[in-house]
């Protein structure tokens, strides 16, 4: 289902069908669509984007909406992955910042560095392992509500459709969605 086709027949149908599934229990997400997308200075390397449908990104973004705030108190300032208002240049400019020598010496020099070394890491296929239990015990010590996170809970288990072949996903999490 397209976007076009949801504003031809109606938003407000569908979003009233949609909350009276979501109400129910009824509600399931549909496996997200693989595709590759080529890594940006790496020939011949992809990486696997997950597609959700126009239903499941609108309960996606719903969950976000609540689902945030509660995530965000506990985030240290210094912490700008995924994060709202928070982007790599914010990032980069803290570090500028943070570099910067602070002490001066008494004839008004800058005399050290508060940092001697920046180190950037990246962590191999961090979202296509993540362990769903593990992050799922994680939300339930902060989220009250069992129905949200089993709402999560469905969507790590919903799996993914590559050329035409369902996959299961017993750990990791497609990225391409808003949650």
């Given at each position: 289902?397209?976007?076009g086709?949801?504003?031809?027949?109606?938003?407000?149908?569908?979003?009233?069908?949609?909350?009276?599934?979501?109400?129910?229990?009824?509600?399931?997400?549909?496996?997200a669509?693989?595709k590759?997308?080529?890594?940006?200075?790496k020939p011949?390397q992809?990486?696997?984007?997950?597609?959700p449908t126009?239903?499941?990104?609108?309960?996606?973004?719903?969950?976000?909406?609540?689902?945030?705030?509660i995530?965000?108190?506990q985030?240290?300032?210094v912490?700008y992955?995924?994060?709202?208002?928070?982007?790599?240049?914010?990032?980069?400019?803290?570090i500028?910042r943070?570099?910067?020598?602070?002490?001066?010496d008494?004839d008004?020099?800058?005399?050290?560095?508060?940092?001697?070394?920046?180190?950037?890491?990246?962590?191999?296929?961090?979202?296509d392992n993540?362990?769903?239990?593990?992050?799922?015990?994680?939300?339930?010590?902060?989220?009250?509500?069992?129905?949200?996170?089993?709402?999560?809970?469905?969507?790590?288990?919903?799996?993914?459709?590559?050329?035409?072949?369902?996959?299961?996903?017993?750990?990791?999490?497609?990225?391409?969605?808003?949650?």
């Amino acid at each position: 289902m397209t976007v076009g086709r949801i504003r031809n027949r109606s938003e407000h149908r569908f979003l009233v069908d949609l909350q009276a599934d979501l109400r129910s229990g009824a509600y399931r997400p549909s496996p997200a669509r693989r595709k590759l997308i080529p890594k940006a200075g790496k020939p011949g390397q992809f990486r696997p984007l997950g597609i959700p449908t126009i239903r499941d990104r609108v309960v996606q973004g719903a969950a976000k909406i609540l689902l945030e705030p509660i995530f965000e108190a506990q985030f240290w300032h210094v912490s700008y992955g995924f994060r709202p208002g928070r982007n790599t240049h914010g990032a980069l400019e803290y570090i500028r910042r943070a570099a910067l020598p602070q002490k001066r010496d008494k004839d008004t020099r800058r005399n050290r560095l508060p940092y001697p070394w920046v180190i950037e890491g990246d962590i191999k296929g961090c979202f296509d392992n993540i362990n769903h239990h593990h992050l799922l015990e994680r939300m339930r010590k902060r989220i009250g509500d069992r129905r949200v996170v089993r709402l999560v809970g469905l969507f790590l288990k919903a799996g993914v459709l590559t050329e035409d072949q369902f996959l299961r996903t017993d750990a990791g999490t497609p990225q391409g969605g808003i949650i």
